[in-house]
């Protein structure tokens, strides 16, 4: 679904934001993407959007190369994706019914059929009885709740969620962390970065590491205590 | 087809958000068009009138006061046989000076002149041809002898259609150079739209919008707002024209002449509400394709 071959990334002017990263994830893989702030977690989110490209490798995503994509072609590249921002990149002139509406409209949905469907996210996300607020009246738990509806609502194969509990209590941290678990169940590939290992407490999944920009070993959190294991060696090592 | 309904009525909302910013807007637009357009209904009517005066051209011969009764019979028999004639009218002096003093009730003054001032005339109708034509005949009449001068009535109306063709020039350059500053509105008000819209843009082109789908509420407003600046033209000219035909009646009257100035035709008024609806969505087009590319998420 996702696949990186030795990609460099330098910023104009700047050192590199990741270098020789390769690995690959399936289809229906929830996979965390782990680091300190600066290691190049945002960046590497940004290749798989398209919002930059890679200087040396290649970025597939749904087997298109990020790398040589047309900005004509970019939208449509995105309609595959749903996108959790860890801002939320809420729209505070509209309702929160409006803002899970948009990537609907966008895509030229039909009416009626979208009124459901916008329903059907908020549900799932617990906010059906807020659809008429403003997001602007929602707590921070939330807001990252709405901007995962509006991720969804597209019934995206892939979901990239940047930083979604960066700035929750513990108690919201993982309630968000169930709903992702549940999209996993229905088969959705998911990669989530997180500075926070502490949410991974509870699971077994398989994680991303970057230091520096450079990926560590594969490597998967037990849910027995914490233990790492090497998978599968990648030849992104250093 | 929902979806694009729903933009045109956000596209209404947004501009009902701030109704004295649209109604200004609206104003100026419709002022700048108005100019033009106007000037253009004035000019139809002129040329209405042109058609309505030169329609038959006379051709007046004012003979020599020295002129004898003999003289005119010799005129009178020359011109009854020149082929370009239709036919001619004689108006003796005496008569003449009697239809002044009915026709601008200047008995007074007329009665204290010493001796009649008005020469004989005849009132030559040439048969219809060209304005060249009525000028060759003109002079040929001239040289004929005892007549003093040959006057081509209409030769007044050539020279208004002339002056129309300069003014029709006039309205053409104002109408270039204001449609330009209608350009430049809408351009400069999609501009601060799309920079207040920045989040809603970013956020759009995120989840996977085309920039055909991003601009489409932008080069609504712009059409909308160029289409109602066309309507408030049109009752900027309808009303200007209400208040001078009042004082035109006024005016008419006195003439006793029943002139009343034409407002835009049917015809007209769609091609200044198309027209100021293409310049709204031009202006929008191109501030669109300059400022959106700007707007790239990071």
Redesign the interface.
Known sequence: MIRFNQVHKRYPGGNYALRNVSFEIAKGEMVFLIGHSGAGKSTLLKLI?A?ERPNLGSVLVNSQNIGVLKD?AR?????N?G?V?QDH?L?F?RNVFDNVM??L?????D?RESHKRVRAALDKVGLLKREKSNPIELSGGEQQRLCIA?AIVNRPAILLADEPTGNLDAAYAQEIMAIFKSFHQVGVTLLISTHDSSVLRDTTVRTLELKNGELQSASTIAASGGAIQAASASPGQA | MRHTLAQISGVLRRMFASPLAAFLNILVIGIALSLPAGMYVMLQNAQGLVVQLSGSPQISLFLNMNAKAGDIETLRSQLTQNPAIARIEFIARDHALEQLKQSTGLDDVIGGLNQNPLPDAFIVYPKPGEAQTLDALRSELAKLAKVELAQLDSAWAYKLEALLKFGRMAVLILAGLLSLALIAITFNTIRLQILTQRDEIEVSKLIGATNGFISRPFLYFGATQGLLGGIMAWFIISLSLLLLNYQLKALSELYASQFVLQPLSLGDSLSLLLFSLYLGWLGAWLSVARHLSQIEPR
């Open positions: 959007t919002i004509r939208p449509y590249l995105r309609r994706l996108i921002f990149k729209l002139d948009l990537p409209q966008i895509c030229g949905f009416y509006r």
